[in-house]
């Protein structure tokens, strides 16, 4: 069975970094597209930023030039690096790992890490 595991969460003070991490295992297709998401109190789960199967890297304009997403191949995980951090990021954040079984399926199977709560102090 695919497995996610996400950590790296925690509280920082406003201005500055950290860095949450998603590993995958257990997938039996090569195609794999990874995305953050984050849901604050009384909100909507938004997209954060996400791969898709072109490798194209997307940004929600609310954390474009602050927040990078760092790919590691070799250990099948990412990283959302995160910087200049708001009182406004505070949010529980989730990593969602995609399966394509074909680069033109019309969907994908996915699996979601258990969430990681991030707080900002201000």
């Known amino acids: 069975q695919v497995q996610v595991v996400e950590s790296g969460g925690g509280l920082v003070q406003a201005g500055g970094s950290l860095r949450l991490s998603c590993a995958a295992s257990g997938s039996t297709f090569r195609l794999n597209t990874f995305g953050w998401y984050r849901q604050a109190p009384g909100k909507q789960r938004e997209l954060v930023a996400d791969?898709?199967?072109?490798?194209?890297?997307n940004y929600a304009d609310s954390v474009k030039g602050r927040f990078t997403i760092i790919t590691d191949s070799a250990k099948n995980t990412v990283y959302l690096q995160m910087n200049s951090l708001k009182p406004e990021d505070t949010a529980v954040y989730y990593c969602?790992?995609?399966?394509?079984?074909?680069?033109?399926?019309?969907?994908?199977?996915?699996?979601w890490g258990q969430g990681t709560q991030v707080t900002i102090s201000s």
């Open positions: 791969i898709e199967k072109t490798s194209k890297i």
């Open positions: 969602k790992f995609s399966v394509w079984a074909t680069f033109w399926s019309p969907r994908s199977t996915d699996y």
